[in-house]
């Protein structure tokens, strides 16, 4: 059974920064495509980051430079480090997987599990 379980979310004000983690289990990351997405109120749905089982790495425009996706094989765990939040961040993040895929993606539909997600609130 697979499973992906985020934490770190949270409240903070504008400029602040957050980590978010997704604890995986019944894959293997480091064999597998990883992304985060977001959810903000009244919008759909918006790939953040992905990163390939080779590890490469994609950001969307909206966050590069501020957010950036890694992972810790070791630990089986895929972060977000999201700095200079901003208002507009305010979102309920998920991270999503796909074993043994090539290549990073910001589409939705390139994912097949999915965690429960993680509120993030920034205040201006």
């Known amino acids: 059974q697979v499973q992906l379980v985020e934490s770190g979310g949270g409240s903070v004000q504008s400029g602040g920064s957050l980590r978010l983690s997704c604890g995986v289990s019944g894959i293997t990351i480091s064999n597998s495509r990883m992304g985060w997405f977001r959810r903000a109120p009244g919008k759909e749905r918006e790939g953040v980051a992905s990163i390939s089982k080779f590890g490469t790495t994609i950001h969307a425009d909206s966050v590069k430079g501020r957010f950036s996706i890694s992972r810790d094989n070791a630990k089986n765990t895929l972060y977000l480090q999201m700095n200079s939040l901003q208002p507009e961040d305010t979102a309920i993040y998920y991270c999503?997987?796909?074993?043994?895929?090539?290549?990073?993606?910001?589409?939705?539909?390139?994912?097949?599990?999915w965690g429960q997600g993680t509120q993030v609130n920034v205040s201006s």
């Open positions: 999503a997987a796909r074993a043994s895929s090539f290549g990073p993606s910001l589409l939705g539909a390139e994912y097949n599990w």
